[in-house]
């Protein structure tokens, strides 16, 4: 059974830094896409990074490069995100998902994911 489970969102000032963890089980990590959506209120769910299956690239939207790091501890089955130089609009509740279909580099198409955690809310405000 699939499952993904994020944490570590909450309130930072802006310029401040949040770490997020999406604890997985279910599947081999390193073998399949993995990725981390936003949705902030009132606007569609978008990617802000993700691991591609064929080659293990990391992909980064163009709002958040430079800024945001994705990584994962395969021996932790865990997917990390963190976030510095936080905006006020980085505001969203932040998801994990995994594709575990074919291998391709298709990573940041949202409509690739087969499983979605549960969410954890960023919040950046003075």
Request: aromatic share 12%.
């Amino acid at each position: 059974q699939v499952q993904l489970v994020e944490s570590g969102g909450g309130l930072v000032q802006p310029g401040g830094s949040l770490r997020l963890s999406c604890a997985t089980s279910g599947f081999v990590l390193d073998y399949y896409a993995i990725g981390w959506f936003r949705q902030a209120p009132g606007k569609e769910r978008e990617v802000v990074s993700c691991i591609n299956s064929a080659d293990g690239s990391t992909y980064y939207a163009d709002s958040v490069k430079g800024r945001f790091t994705m990584s994962r501890d395969n021996a932790k089955n865990t997917v990390y995100l963190q976030m510095n130089s936080l905006k006020p609009e980085d505001r969203a509740v932040y998801y994990c998902a995994a594709d575990i279909g074919f291998k391709s580099m298709w990573c940041h198409v949202r409509g690739v994911y087969d499983y979605w955690g549960q969410g954890t809310q960023v919040t950046v405000s003075s």
